[in-house]
């Protein structure tokens, strides 16, 4: 995009994320953060012409294909390990556990997750941690 509308990176929080499979470490989906749901219907619109003019993005081999999506999908897919737990206007809430095999709600983070966050701490120039706003989100 030549005039990108996404949050500021260190102002406002880190604008892109990338899910990864857990198993494989595969790239999957990837949330931008844009300022407002303007912005994001802008670059909807921009990638639509890119398609119909004939030049369909990529990034690598893969086609990219955009849909406007909300921050509690974000929050899903970011804690997709967390059982029992509802998103709403970015909060969670705890739901009842009706399936008998399931342990229900422990934590938003497995063991293996708060490993890598120290790891992080321990090396901070590795990654950037700082707060975050949300306006719009583009999955992608």
Same mark, same amino acid.
């Given at each position: 995009?030549?005039?990108?509308?996404?949050?500021?990176? #260190? &102002?406002?929080?880190?604008?892109?994320?990338?899910?990864?499979?857990? =198993?494989? =470490?595969?790239?999957?989906?990837?949330?931008?953060?844009?300022? =407002?749901?303007?912005?994001?219907?802008?670059?909807?619109?921009? +990638?639509?012409? #890119?398609?119909?003019?004939?030049? +369909?993005?990529?990034?690598?081999?893969? #086609?990219?294909?955009?849909?406007?999506?909300?921050?509690?999908? @974000?929050?899903?897919? @970011?804690?997709?390990?967390?059982?029992?737990? &509802?998103? #709403?206007?970015?909060?969670?809430?705890?739901? +009842?556990?009706?399936?008998?095999?399931?342990?229900?709600?422990? &934590?938003?983070?497995?063991?293996?997750?708060?490993?890598? @966050?120290?790891?992080?701490?321990?090396?901070?120039?590795?990654?950037?941690? =700082?707060?975050?706003?949300?306006?719009?989100?583009?999955?992608?």
């Amino acid at each position: 995009m030549r005039d990108p509308e996404i949050i500021r990176n #260190q &102002a406002q929080g880190c604008p892109i994320h990338v899910i990864m499979e857990r =198993s494989t =470490s595969k790239t999957m989906d990837c949330y931008v953060e844009f300022r =407002s749901i303007d912005a994001a219907k802008r670059a909807i619109n921009r +990638h639509e012409h #890119q398609i119909l003019s004939g030049r +369909h993005p990529r990034i690598g081999n893969r #086609q990219v294909y955009l849909e406007i999506s909300e921050q509690n999908e @974000l929050l899903r897919d @970011l804690f997709s390990k967390a059982k029992c737990v &509802a998103w #709403q206007n970015g909060v969670p809430s705890l739901v +009842h556990n009706r399936d008998p095999f399931s342990s229900g709600f422990k &934590a938003l983070f497995t063991d293996e997750e708060m490993v890598g @966050l120290v790891r992080h701490a321990e090396n901070p120039q590795r990654v950037s941690f =700082s707060l975050r706003s949300h306006s719009a989100y583009l999955k992608f």
